[in-house]
């Protein structure tokens, strides 16, 4: 039954939440950029889900479990756009995703177990380097010649959880996480890795 | 003697002519040869794109060159009209040069032959500066085209009859069908084959084939977005490569042998699914009795603590 549903979503080409706006239609280029955006973007969403799951295992029963809780909750959100964007628009997904869900999982449960403020100092890098990855995408997005219904819709999905992120990150300054032990040090190094992870995962 | 002075300045100068006349020939020539060459080719005009696109209305093959130098927008929808046209002439004479694939091979000689039947003169191929390579990139194309409206319509058709799509009799119906284009041209398909791996070919004929497997994959209803989307892709690839193979081989009457290896590859194929899917199931089971064993080996040895 479910299948018989998914082609009928072929035939309509009744897009989940991206109403009926035809991305086979943009020319090449633009959609090679918009691919690579949205290939980006899932990886990352995916990432940020897997680090907030190994939050959780760690401090899901102390006193930041809720906070880390909506957090988390907010990111799976995210998650849902880009894979639906995925599926529906034939993007191809990072090849990289199953060492995503490791080093993810990995560096949230890590994190998480050198103490709270810790976990904290992990949210804070991460979430500067997403916004600053996508306030350079928006930056492409509006200067762009393209005025497709797509480049409109990309731009405000894209806004909103960049917003979205910096409120993740506001949070994890008010718990603490200036007082995690080694702060600099840890908050360059996540955030070198985070520009690694979006310089691969943009290509391959 | 004024008579032989005559003679042999006339001889002279037709000599002269001739000579003039070989060396333009040669000049001719060799700028014919040289419209390959990478740095010789902005001065070969009219530039046109590598690839031909069987849709011409589709806006991919952009000519590159005019993107980067500014144009008005006048001599854009001009260049824009005559590389479409090119495009029209250019698909004529390879469509029409696929009826003598199997006399020439997948050779300029095909391409001029069909030039001559498309109603242009047999130098038309000198249009094709990959020559017999682009006459099998092209048939790929178009065959993958073609796949793409029978995907389509079989979907329509058990819609219709408001059946479920089975994933593994789809994907047979759309290896078969793809397979059986190659019949006719099956004699000089070994040729095409070779043409396809060649280093500076295989780029092209790789992208040719995910694209192809993306779409059989994408119309039998995937929408994977982890490392399953490469792994079903990397699967139905190998799987249509063997089976190509053993088509070149096979003389059963209609490839019977070759559509019988297609079945049973197909289902080593689900049974390894099965199986997969039910170690992940029993997964758990067995590492915990792996874990189990391991502290009974601990107790024996000494290490572990005393409870059970």
């Known amino acids: 039954m479910a299948l018989f549903k998914l082609t009928r979503v072929i035939q309509t080409r009744c897009n989940f939440g991206v109403r009926n706006i035809s991305f086979q239609s943009l020319d090449p280029e633009t959609r090679k950029v918009y691919s690579r955006f949205i290939r980006v973007d899932h990886a990352g969403e995916f990432g940020a889900d897997r680090i907030y799951a190994g939050q959780m295992a760690v401090l899901g029963k102390t006193d930041v479990g809720p906070t880390i809780q909506h957090m988390w909750d907010q990111e799976k959100d995210h998650l849902q756009t880009f894979t639906n964007m995925i599926s529906e628009h034939r993007v191809r997904p990072t090849v990289l995703h199953p060492i995503w869900n490791i080093a993810g999982f990995a560096l949230g449960a890590g994190t998480a177990l050198i103490g709270k403020e810790a976990a904290m100092a992990c949210t804070v890098a991460v979430e500067e380097s997403i916004t600053d990855h996508y306030n350079k995408q928006l930056r492409y997005l509006l200067d762009s010649d ?56 943009e290509r391959i | 003697m004024w008579v032989n002075r005559c003679g042999r300045n006339a001889l002279r100068t037709y000599s002269s002519f001739a000579r003039m006349r070989s060396i333009r020939t040669q000049a001719y020539k060799l700028s014919v040869a040289s419209m390959s060459h990478p740095v010789l080719k902005i001065h070969a005009a009219p530039t046109v794109p590598e690839r031909v696109r069987f849709l011409t209305t589709e806006k991919d093959g952009k000519n590159e060159e005019n993107s980067k130098t500014e144009e008005t927008n006048s001599e854009k929808n001009e260049n824009k009209k005559e590389e479409e046209s090119v495009n029209t002439v250019k698909v004529k004479i390879l469509d029409n040069a696929l009826d003598f694939v199997v006399d020439h091979g997948w050779s300029r000689k095909a391409l001029s032959c069909g030039a001559e039947q498309a109603g242009y003169a047999g130098v038309a191929e000198g249009m094709f500066t990959g020559g017999g390579d682009d006459l099998v990139l092209y048939f790929i194309q178009k065959c993958n085209f073609q796949l793409v409206e029978y995907l389509k319509f079989t979907i329509e058709e058990h819609e219709a009859k408001e059946e479920k799509i089975k994933v593994t009799s789809f994907i047979r119906s759309a290896v078969e069908y793809r397979l059986r284009m190659i019949i006719p041209f099956i004699g000089a398909w070994p040729q095409a084959m070779g043409i396809l791996a060649r280093p500076d070919i295989f780029p092209k004929s790789a992208e040719e084939l995910a694209k192809m497997v993306d779409d059989i994959w994408y119309y039998a209803g995937d929408r994977s977005a982890d490392i399953n989307w490469y792994t079903k892709r990397g699967i139905l690839a190998k799987l249509y490569g063997s089976t190509q193979l053993v088509m070149l081989t096979d003389q059963s009457p209609d490839f019977k042998d070759t559509w019988e290896f297609l079945d049973r590859r197909i289902s080593d194929i689900s049974n390894f699914a099965k199986i997969s899917q039910s170690v992940k199931d029993n997964g758990s089971a067995f590492v915990e009795t792996a874990f189990s064993g391991a502290k009974v080996l601990k107790n024996i040895a000494g290490f572990g603590d005393t409870k059970r």
């Open chain 1, 146 to 201: 393209d005025k497709s219904e797509y480049r409109d819709h990309l731009l405000k999905k894209i806004k909103q959880f960049r917003d979205e992120e910096m409120e993740h990150h506001d949070t994890g300054l008010e718990h603490g996480a200036v007082n995690a032990p080694a702060y600099q040090v840890l908050k360059q190094t996540i955030q070198a890795g985070c520009v690694a992870a979006i310089w691969l995962s």
